[in-house]
């Protein structure tokens, strides 16, 4: 590499002709306004701590020379570097000479700025012989190709020098530090210390970061004026710098290690100064390979981002834990970022060793940016080996987190797609996974159903591919459908693994009468009640498919005989919300009359399910219907009982109405041809309530004894009613009063209390003549009613019998009432009956003279 030449300092003749400061030569070639750069760029101030007249000896021992690196406007670089020369050609004080290299094509060659420090070219003044009056020659470029960095700098004793003393090497780590953060914040960073000591800190700073990154950074290794200042600076003894707390904390970041005060710095123990301050210190080997590893990229601004190339440095060495993380998406970032073509190839196969360390990576979504990564690498390289990395790496995310409790799901998801997309080479692809062991893991049957349902698309795809067909008849795709049989949601896990096998009647068939048998095998389950919930996840997917095909796998299934995976569609349908008739009748229309055959073998199991699922009224109202089909001639006898007893509840207790006739005709003639009692038997009710309100029926027609059970079952407010229409009528056919007895003994039951109106209301009817031979049986019973032997239920009912009577005999006249006990008498009433007629006489004859009845003559009341 050429570079360029230029001398500055005080002299009898430069390029201006006269004598003073001034260019004394130069090479062709630097531009008027890079010279004028240069000028400002090599001024020296000794620093005000030396001796204004030094000897030789001091002038080297305190008058530190000054390297400077930095970037011209034009954007060359360049390299001055000033010694102070004490007097000039006149005598007096102050003179030095700035000696500049330009850098030709603006780069240094593989060196950092300090390695030139010792560089044989550099001039520090001139010659008595040489300062005359002659117009100065130009100056021949300077050639840096074979330039040896000094030997004062090397990394050894860069090592020697941090461990000199304690705390250099940390102190150089917050220096390191300071340089990023200072770059950010426009603020310097100056170092005081010995003239010598600055070197070597300088020589620090610089070899911390690569070459290419070092050349990036303006140093310099004396500055006096603070307004000049380059990135990195030392400084020595009193100059323009304070070294104050506003200096310190605002201005620049300050290493004074002349008094041991330093700016703060936030401490970090493992970013990029400190790990390679750490190294430099202790293996200064490692850091020479990484500035070599680094040629991979095509990087050249120091930045935090470099711990990433350090990450992926120790990564191509084999060394620490598998990384994950922010830490891995930084170094994926970096090296997508940065690499160059060749580099890219070669970290293909770093970072694919990244998930081959122990246990992978820690996080199963480390694995997403990773595998695209290997994956875009392998699709531009087009390699197999590069492809196989990306395969590699899924199964390892496979086994090291899906596997290990179900963990990453989605990214593996992702990432599987990924894979299929972007890596190329299917039939690759599946014959690298289809030779993994993952599918044999003993990990497998604890997995969740979405895990599983997702493995057996992978295995399905991959089986596919490799044209191992059919896919079912598989090992791979056995081994996970043993472990979808042993979820305890099978509909869930059916669905899972039909969704995988497509469409085809054939392959739906195959999957779930295998996971049926897996079922029945591995968990014991009775085998109806797998295959009807696998029929329900199977009905599911059915229905998410295309109509045309879901009816052709049906009519498999029917074939077949497959009638529990028909029927666990319908408990499918029947569990999801809505309306149950509704559905009912839509699976009736679609399904049950598409195919007959199996209609005849499960609609009493369809109805019988349905009927669990329904309200009493929902029950009843279907239960008629399919009377009135004959769909209940299909059933067995406990379904068939059951649609009966619905159907009986609609059955009107009025005989108004002609539909509440057929409904109960209905009823009764299926009920009698299966022998099953009604209870309440609704029909009888209804028809000995018609008896009732019919003029010429007896009270034999009424069935009294057969009534008594289901007039027991009726609830309060429909026994109310039909005693209220029929309790009257019957005791109205009552002749004597035993028969009368025998009308409340049947009707009564348990629940004497629901009698009490309608038989107070039989009391009040009108009849002509006022007293009956209904009313005489009434009177004959209560008469001699023996409460201490009679039922309590009847019991219940003496008191308003006793009323009912007062009321009609009361508006009887005394005729009337003469009658009545000539009739007494001559039935030869006796005992307590003909005290109790006594009584009653006592009382009627009080209530004739009562203040009410007084009243109701007066109006003409009899």
């Known amino acids: 590499m050429k570079a360029l030449q230029l001398h500055y300092t005080s002299c009898r003749r430069g390029q201006s002709g006269s004598a003073g400061f001034q260019i004394r030569a130069l090479t062709d070639g630097i531009r008027p306004d890079e010279q004028r750069e240069i000028e400002r760029g090599g001024v020296y101030r000794p620093p005000r701590d030396t001796r204004q007249d030094p000897s030789a000896e001091e002038i080297s021992r305190d008058f530190p020379r000054a390297l400077r690196f930095y970037t011209l406007d034009s954007g060359r670089r360049a390299i001055t570097r000033s010694s102070y020369v004490g007097r000039d050609y006149s005598g007096r004080?102050?003179?030095?000479?700035?000696?500049?290299?330009?850098?030709?094509?603006?780069?240094?060659?593989?060196?950092?700025?300090?390695?030139?420090?010792?560089?044989?070219?550099?001039?520090?003044?001139?010659?008595?012989?040489?300062?005359?009056?002659?117009?100065?020659?130009?100056?021949?470029?300077?050639?840096?190709?074979?330039?040896?960095?000094?030997?004062?700098?090397?990394?050894?004793?860069?090592?020697?020098?941090?461990?000199?003393?304690?705390?250099?090497?940390?102190?150089?780590?917050?220096?390191?530090?300071?340089?990023?953060?200072?770059?950010?914040?426009?603020?310097?960073?100056?170092?005081?210390?010995?003239?010598?000591?600055?070197?070597?800190?300088?020589?620090?700073?610089?070899?911390?970061?690569?070459?290419?990154?070092?050349?990036?950074?303006?140093?310099?290794?004396?500055?006096?004026?603070?307004?000049?200042?380059?990135?990195?600076?030392?400084?020595?003894?009193?100059?323009?710098?304070?070294?104050?707390?506003?200096?310190?904390?605002?201005?620049?970041?300050?290493?004074?290690?002349?008094?041991?005060?330093?700016?703060?710095?936030?401490?970090?123990?493992?970013?990029?100064?400190?790990?390679?301050?750490?190294?430099?210190?202790?293996?200064?080997?490692?850091?020479?390979?990484l500035y070599e590893f680094l040629q991979l990229f095509d990087h050249r601004e120091p930045e935090a981002a470099l711990i990433s190339a350090i990450h992926l440095f120790e990564l191509s060495l084999g060394q620490g834990a598998a990384p994950g993380g922010e830490q891995l998406s930084q170094m994926i970032d970096f090296a997508a970022r940065h690499a160059t073509p060749e580099g890219r190839v070669r970290l293909l196969d770093v970072l694919g060793r990244a998930a081959e360390l122990p246990g992978g990576l820690p996080r199963a979504e480390d694995y997403e940016p990773l595998l695209r990564f290997l994956t875009e690498g392998a699709r531009a390289t087009g390699r197999p080996e590069h492809r196989a990395l990306a395969f590699r790496t899924w199964t390892l995310l496979v086994r090291h987190h899906l596997l290990e409790g179900g963990r990453g799901l989605a990214t593996a998801e992702t990432t599987w797609e990924l894979l299929r997309r972007d890596a190329g080479a299917a039939t690759e692809l599946a014959a690298f996974l289809l030779a993994e062991t993952i599918w044999s893991d003993p990990r497998l049957p604890r997995l969740s159903t979405k895990v599983l349902g997702f493995l057996l698309r992978v295995v399905w795809t991959c089986l596919e591919l490799a044209r191992r067909l059919p896919p079912w008849e598989q090992t791979e795709t056995d081994l996970i459908l043993a472990g979808l049989a042993q979820q305890t949601d099978l509909p869930g896990s059916a669905r899972a693994a039909l969704t995988v096998s497509g469409r085809?009647?054939?392959?739906?068939?195959?999957?779930?009468?295998?996971?049926?048998?897996?079922?029945?095998?591995?968990?014991?389950?009775?085998?109806?009640?797998?295959?009807?919930?696998?029929?329900?996840?199977?009905?599911?997917?059915?229905?998410?498919?295309?109509?045309?095909?879901?009816?052709?796998?049906?009519?498999?299934?029917?074939?077949?005989?497959?009638?529990?995976?028909?029927?666990?569609?319908?408990?499918?349908?029947?569990?999801?919300?809505?309306?149950?008739?509704?559905?009912?009748?839509?699976?009736?229309?679609?399904?049950?009359?598409?195919?007959?055959?199996?209609?005849?073998?499960?609609?009493?199991?369809?109805?019988?399910?349905?009927?669990?699922?329904?309200?009493?009224?929902?029950?009843?109202?279907?239960?008629?219907?399919?009377?009135?089909?004959?769909?209940?001639?299909?059933?067995?006898?406990?379904?068939?009982?059951?649609?009966?007893?619905?159907?009986?509840?609609?059955?009107?207790?009025?005989?108004?109405?002609?539909?509440?006739?057929?409904?109960?005709?209905?009823?009764?003639?299926?009920?009698?041809?299966?022998?099953?009692?009604?209870?309440?038997?609704?029909?009888?009710?209804?028809e000995v309530w018609r008896a009732a309100r019919t003029a010429k029926t007896s009270l034999s027609d009424l069935r009294l004894k057969q009534i008594l059970g289901s007039v027991e079952k009726l609830p309060d407010d429909e026994c109310a009613v039909f005693m209220e229409g029929f309790l009257a009528a019957a005791l109205e056919r009552a002749v004597n009063n035993d028969e009368h007895y025998q009308v409340l003994l049947n009707t009564a039951g348990e629940r004497p209390a629901l009698l009490v109106q309608p038989y107070l209301d039989f009391f009040k009817l009108k009849r002509k003549p006022l007293w009956s031979q209904s009313l005489h049986s009434a009177l004959r019973f209560w008469l001699t009613f023996d409460s201490r032997k009679a039922t309590g239920k009847l019991a219940q009912l003496e008191e308003t019998g006793m009323r009912g009577l007062l009321l009609v005999l009361e508006q009887l006249g005394p005729a009337d009432l003469g009658k009545i006990d000539s009739r007494l008498r001559q039935g030869q009433i006796k005992g307590k009956a003909a005290d109790r007629w006594r009584e009653m006489q006592e009382a009627l004859e009080k209530r004739k003279h009562s203040p009410w009845n007084r009243l109701l003559r007066v109006f003409g009341r009899s």
């Open 504 to 686: 085809s009647s054939e392959a739906l068939l195959a999957v779930s009468r295998r996971l049926r048998d897996l079922c029945c095998a591995q968990a014991g389950q009775e085998k109806r009640r797998a295959a009807t919930e696998i029929g329900r996840g199977l009905g599911q997917v059915l229905r998410a498919g295309e109509p045309a095909a879901a009816m052709s796998v049906r009519r498999h299934l029917e074939s077949e005989q497959e009638w529990d995976l028909l029927f666990g569609e319908w408990l499918g349908l029947l569990n999801e919300p809505g309306d149950p008739i509704q559905t009912f009748s839509r699976y009736q229309k679609e399904i049950l009359e598409s195919f007959p055959r199996y209609a005849a073998a499960s609609f009493h199991a369809v109805a019988n399910t349905l009927l669990r699922r329904l309200s009493e009224t929902q029950k009843t109202t279907i239960s008629l219907e399919w009377l009135r089909s004959g769909d209940v001639d299909r059933f067995p006898e406990n379904i068939a009982a059951t649609c009966i007893a619905s159907a009986n509840l609609a059955v009107p207790l009025d005989p108004e109405g002609k539909e509440g006739q057929e409904t109960a005709q209905l009823v009764s003639e299926a009920a009698q041809s299966r022998k099953i009692q009604l209870l309440p038997d609704r029909p009888l009710l209804r």
């Open 93 to 289: 004080w102050g003179n030095f000479f700035a000696h500049t290299l330009v850098l030709e094509s603006g780069q240094l060659p593989t060196l950092w700025p300090i390695d030139l420090y010792e560089w044989e070219g550099w001039r520090e003044g001139l010659s008595p012989e040489e300062d005359n009056e002659e117009a100065p020659p130009p100056l021949p470029s300077a050639d840096l190709t074979d330039v040896t960095p000094a030997d004062s700098f090397g990394f050894k004793e860069l090592q020697e020098f941090l461990r000199e003393e304690p705390g250099r090497r940390d102190l150089l780590a917050r220096m390191g530090r300071a340089v990023l953060i200072g770059r950010a914040a426009s603020r310097a960073v100056v170092i005081r210390d010995t003239p010598n000591n600055d070197l070597y800190w300088m020589a620090c700073l610089q070899k911390i970061f690569p070459p290419q990154h070092a050349a990036t950074l303006t140093s310099s290794t004396y500055q006096d004026d603070p307004r000049g200042c380059a990135t990195i600076n030392a400084t020595t003894g009193e100059t323009d710098f304070t070294f104050d707390e506003a200096e310190r904390r605002f201005r620049f970041y300050e290493f004074d290690l002349t008094t041991g005060v330093h700016s703060e710095v936030p401490d970090a123990a493992d970013d990029y100064p400190a790990v390679a301050a750490r190294w430099m210190a202790e293996d200064p080997g490692r850091l020479q390979q």
